[in-house]
C-alpha cells in the first residue's frame, strides 16, 4: 500500500485531495480558483510589508522604492512578489472565467455565484486603475517633551525624508536628552511657491523679510538665526559676537539654486564651522565649489537649533543623534555623507600611539635626512628651470593677480577682550605676526579659530598708537621673570608671544 495511505496524516490528506470521488467533468481547470485565493494571500502579506516602508508621496515614492530595494532586508524580494502576484492574479481571473464561460457555470442554479463573480471582478479593475489626490506639502505636529523645556510645534516639510520621519523611535532614539517626537497630525496643504533669484541683498530690512520668509517656507525651515551679506566685516563680526557660547546645528543655504548644508557645532564652534566652509573653503569640497561659483554674498549661514546644555564627551553622542535626524529628515544636497559622525572625545589607543611613534623613529627621521641631503638636481632639470625663468614675461603676474595676493596678506584683523570690548587693530597679518612674535601660520590658524592667546606682559603695548608708530615690543618683556617662569619638560624656557593654547599668564583674545 501506497506511503500516503498508509500514514495517518498523509492518509487524511490522500483522502480529500486525490482519492476524493468528484464529478467526472472536474479537471485541472478547475484549480484556478485555490490558485486566486494563494495569490490574494500573498499580496496581502507582502503589501503589508511593503506599507511598512513605501511613501506615496510624488517626491518620495521613488526614493522609497529605492529603499525598499536597497536597505531593506530582502526587500527587493517581496516587492517583486508583489508585483508580479498582481499579474498572476488577473492571469489567474482571465483563466477562471475564461473556464466559467467555456462550461456554463453562468447557468442556473450557479447565476447568483457567476453574477458575484462578475462584480468581483469589475471592482478589482476599477481599484486597479483609481488614483488619488496627492499634494506635496504636508504638516506634522510635533510635541517634543524634555522636562522643564517641552514645547508643541508646527514643522512643514517638502523636500523631506518621510520614511525616516515615520520611523524615529518614541522614546527619543533619534532626539537629545531623551527628546520624544510623536506626529499627531497629517494634514495636506496646497501652498504657493515663490522663487526670487534675485542676488539684490538688504539684510535686516522690512522690504526683504518677504523673500526670506519665502525661502525658508519653500525650504520648510524655521531657523533660530540667519545671517546674510557674509561678504561684510560686520556680518562676521555679528556672527562671532551672536553665536559665542553656544552649539547646536546649523544651515548652510544657497539662494541661488536653494541648495543646502547641514552641519552640527560643539560650544562655541559656530564661528570656527562658519569660516571654514565659507571663508577658508577648507570644509565641504561641494560647498567650496559652489561658494566659487556663486559667491560669498548669495548664501545665508542660520541656526537651526541651539542644544540646551554646554556640549561635552558625555552628551556630544546626543548632538550627534540630533544632527543624525535633521540630516536624515532634509537629505541636503551639498552633505557628502548623510550620517552624523564626530571625533570628539576620541582617544587614541597605546597601541595605535606606539604604531605613529614608530613613523616618525629617529632611524625614519634619519633615513628621510639622507634621502634628501643626497638628493640632486640633474642638469637638464636646471636648465629646464633656467630657461623657464630667463623667458618670463614681464607682465607674468598680472595686476589683478597681484592685487588678490595683496588683499590676502594685507587683512585687516581687530583684537577683542572675551566681554567683546575693542582692543586694537593690525594693517595686515604680517606686521600682526610681528607685533605679537609669532609666525602668519599661528596667525591664519587663530583666525580660523578666532581667538589667540597673548601673553600678559603685552597688554600695555597693544594699543593703537603705538602700533601705528611702528613700535616693537622690548626684548626685556619677551621672557618671564624666574618667579611665573614656565618650563617645558625638557627644562627649556618658552618665549613669550601669540599662541594657540592656553598657558599661565597669557589671555585669550578674540581675533577677527
Given at each position: 500500500m501506497a506511503?500516503?495511505?498508509?500514514?495517518?496524516?498523509?492518509?487524511?490528506?490522500?483522502s480529500y485531495v486525490v482519492d476524493s470521488p468528484q464529478p467526472s467533468n472536474l479537471n485541472y481547470w478547475w484549480n484556478y480558483g485555490s490558485l486566486l485565493?494563494?495569490?490574494?494571500?500573498?499580496q496581502i502579506l507582502t503589501g503589508v510589508f511593503l506599507a511598512m516602508h513605501y511613501s506615496s508621496n510624488i517626491e518620495l515614492a521613488f526614493l522609497s522604492v529605492e529603499h525598499i530595494m536597497r536597505d531593506v532586508n530582502y526587500g527587493w524580494w517581496i516587492r517583486y512578489c508583489h508585483a508580479n502576484g498582481a499579474s498572476f492574479f488577473f492571469i489567474f481571473v482571465y483563466i477562471h472565467m475564461a473556464r466559467g464561460l467555456y462550461y456554463g457555470s453562468y447557468r442556473a442554479p450557479r447565476a447568483m455565484v457567476w453574477y458575484i463573480g462578475v462584480i468581483i471582478f469589475l471592482l478589482m479593475i476599477i481599484t486597479g486603475f483609481l488614483g488619488y489626490k496627492n499634494n506635496i506639502v504636508t504638516t506634522y505636529t510635533i510635541n517634543k517633551n524634555n522636562g522643564p523645556r517641552s514645547y508643541k510645534?508646527?514643522?512643514?516639510?517638502?523636500?523631506?525624508?518621510?520614511?525616516y520621519l515615520n520611523n524615529i523611535p518614541a522614546n527619543g532614539g533619534g532626539s537629545p536628552s531623551g527628546n520624544t517626537y510623536k506626529y499627531i497630525n497629517y494634514i495636506n496643504h496646497n501652498i504657493k511657491h515663490y522663487r526670487n533669484y534675485s542676488t539684490y541683498n538688504n539684510n535686516y530690512k522690512d522690504n526683504n523679510k518677504l523673500y526670506y520668509d519665502n525661502l525658508f517656507k519653500e525650504l520648510n525651515i524655521s531657523p533660530i538665526y540667519y545671517f546674510d551679506n557674509l561678504d561684510k566685516v560686520e556680518t562676521k563680526e555679528l556672527i562671532l559676537n551672536k553665536l559665542r557660547e553656544l552649539g547646536g546645528i546649523y544651515i548652510i543655504i544657497n539662494k541661488i539654486n536653494k541648495n543646502f548644508y547641514i552641519g552640527s557645532?560643539?560650544?562655541n564652534k559656530f564661528y570656527s564651522r562658519f569660516y571654514r566652509h565659507l571663508i577658508s573653503l577648507t570644509g565641504n569640497k561641494p560647498l567650496k565649489a559652489s561658494v566659487k561659483k556663486y559667491g560669498?554674498?548669495?548664501?545665508?549661514?542660520?541656526?537651526?537649533?541651539?542644544f540646551p546644555e554646554v556640549?561635552?564627551?558625555?552628551?556630544?553622542?546626543?548632538?550627534?543623534k540630533l544632527e543624525d535626524t535633521y540630516l536624515k529628515t532634509y537629505l541636503p544636497n551639498y552633505n557628502i555623507l548623510l550620517e552624523a559622525g564626530s571625533s570628539f572625545g576620541y582617544k587614541h589607543s597605546e597601541e595605535s600611539k606606539l604604531r605613529m611613534k614608530l613613523n616618525y623613529s629617529k632611524e625614519r627621521k634619519e633615513l628621510i635626512r639622507e634621502l634628501q641631503k643626497n638628493r640632486k638636481w640633474s642638469e637638464y632639470s636646471k636648465n629646464k628651470l633656467r630657461e623657464i625663468a630667463f623667458n618670463r614675461s614681464d607682465n607674468y603676474w598680472s595686476k589683478e593677480g597681484l592685487d588678490r595676493i595683496s588683499n590676502i596678506n594685507s587683512h585687516n584683523i581687530k583684537l577683542f577682550d572675551i566681554n567683546n570690548n575693542y582692543i586694537c587693530n593690525f594693517k595686515n597679518i604680517v606686521q600682526t605676526s610681528n607685533y605679537l612674535k609669532c609666525s602668519t601660520k599661528t596667525i591664519q590658524r587663530s583666525l580660523s579659530l578666532g581667538y589667540i592667546y597673548i601673553?600678559?606682559?603685552f597688554k600695555i603695548y597693544l594699543k593703537d598708537e603705538l602700533i601705528n608708530n611702528n613700535f616693537n615690543i622690548p626684548l626685556s618683556e619677551l621672557y618671564l621673570n624666574d618667579s611665573i617662569k614656565y618650563k617645558y619638560n625638557n627644562n627649556k624656557v618658552i618665549k613669550l608671544k601669540g599662541r594657540l593654547r592656553k598657558l599661565e599668564n597669557f589671555t585669550k583674545y578674540i581675533i577677527i
Open positions: 506511503l500516503r495511505k498508509r500514514d495517518v496524516f498523509l492518509g487524511l490528506v490522500n485565493a494563494l495569490c490574494l494571500v500573498i510645534k508646527d514643522i512643514k516639510y517638502n523636500n523631506i525624508n518621510k520614511l557645532a560643539i560650544t560669498l554674498n548669495n548664501f545665508i549661514f542660520g541656526i537651526l537649533e541651539v556640549i561635552n564627551k558625555e552628551n556630544n553622542r546626543e548632538l550627534i601673553p600678559d606682559s
